[in-house]
């Protein structure tokens, strides 16, 4: 049985704001346990899990039924369980920290009737821009959960997409795509949709056309034959991925630590730059600055001005900038 500790965070909202436990997102630390504790412990960093596994250890960061600023994506954050697990790049989990991992995720499948399948244990990679869980083998946990549970083992596995619960209409990927073929630029995910609304002399897109991609869906299969995914543009629009370079199982033009975050401060200045002897009222916002729950997207995190700790600054697609002390994730 895992020893457990309470650690404890200051990052965190109360409450699930009404949602239902149906997700477990699992990470990886990039590191070891006490990394995790140094991170989660500094209200400057403005991000936690629920917990993190090191052998036959567990340590709670924030409580169950609180909101963990996980995921990089605030939907999913509301309605999951993050884990974090000991490893790094030349460091996967070890057998304790498996077996551990498999034990807990069992608990919480059966506390919260999740189940315990790849459409509801999820890698923070399927529903945010980023390489997390790394080395940890995702898989292989849900597996022996399973056997836990008392079942087969043979767990389901994801489809070609990542996994979406019920009303995610929308996973955020920042990027640029280029287009392979003509492709139409439609105001909502399908072909129904009024075609010609790209900023373009036809309003449409053409072979090796570069454009920016903020989000994709899964949605209508033009061809019946499972290519049914959709790329959402900077500007709102959306068109079908099957003509071009996009790939989930690779990003073509990935742009660096891309998420999305929500504004926690009452008011957040965005600037012309990382630091505030730049200019600000740079929003596109009545009052050039974003606000307390503000959903924002970004491209980059980039060091600036080290402000009560915290020197790390977004930037937004808009090209501007704001400090990440004023967000979680």
């Known amino acids: 049985m895992a020893n457990v500790t309470w650690v404890g965070s200051p990052n965190y909202t109360v409450g699930r704001q009404g949602a239902e436990i149906d997700r477990i997102v699992l990470h990886w630390i990039v590191g070891y346990m006490s990394a995790a504790d140094a991170v989660f412990k500094n209200a400057a960093r403005q991000s936690s899990a629920h917990e993190a596994i090191e052998d036959g250890e567990i ?13 990089s994506n605030w939907g999913i954050n509301l309605r999951s369980i993050g884990i974090e697990h000991s490893a790094n790049f030349d460091r996967p989990p070890s057998e304790a920290t498996y077996e551990t991992s498999a034990q807990e995720v069992a608990r919480l499948c059966k506390t919260y009737s999740i189940p315990c399948d790849r459409a509801h244990i999820i890698k923070h990679m399927e529903v945010a821009p980023t390489q997390c869980p790394g080395n940890v083998d995702v898989d292989r946990i849900v597996n022996r959960a399973a056997q836990i549970l008392g079942g087969s083992g043979v767990i389901v596995q994801p489809s070609v997409t990542p996994a979406q619960a019920t009303g995610d209409t929308e996973i955020n990927w920042v990027g640029k795509v280029t287009a ?3 492709l139409n630029v439609r105001s909502a995910p399908n072909t129904s949709a009024p075609a010609g609304q790209g900023n373009t002399a036809d309003g449409n897109l053409h072979a090796g056309d570069v454009f920016d991609v903020v989000g994709y869906t899964v949605a209508e299969d033009p061809y019946g034959d ?12 959306w068109v079908w991925a099957g003509n071009t370079d996009f790939s989930l199982g690779g990003d073509p033009h990935p742009a660096a630590a891309g998420g999305t975050v929500v504004v926690a401060s009452s008011t957040l200045n965005v600037r ?9 009222g740079q929003a596109n ?3 050039g600055c974003l606000h307390a729950g503000n959903v924002v997207n970004y491209v980059a995190e980039v060091a600036g001005e080290n402000v009560s700790g ?3 600054g977004y930037k937004s697609i ?4 704001f400090w990440s002390g004023g967000c979680k994730k």
Not at 59 to 71: L, Q
Not at 272 to 280: E, K, L, R
Not at 318 to 321: D, G, I, K, Q
């Open 59 to 71: 340590h709670k960061y924030v409580k169950e039924e609180d909101t963990a600023w996980h995921a």
């Open 272 to 280: 012309s730059g990382p630091g505030t002897s730049y200019s600000a």
């Open 285 to 287: 916002t009545p009052d």
């Open 318 to 321: 808009r090209s501007n900038y």
């Open 226 to 237: 499972g290519r049914n995914i959709w790329l959402k543009t900077f500007r709102g629009m």
């Open 310 to 312: 915290n020197n790390i």
């Open 180 to 182: 392979s073929g003509d």
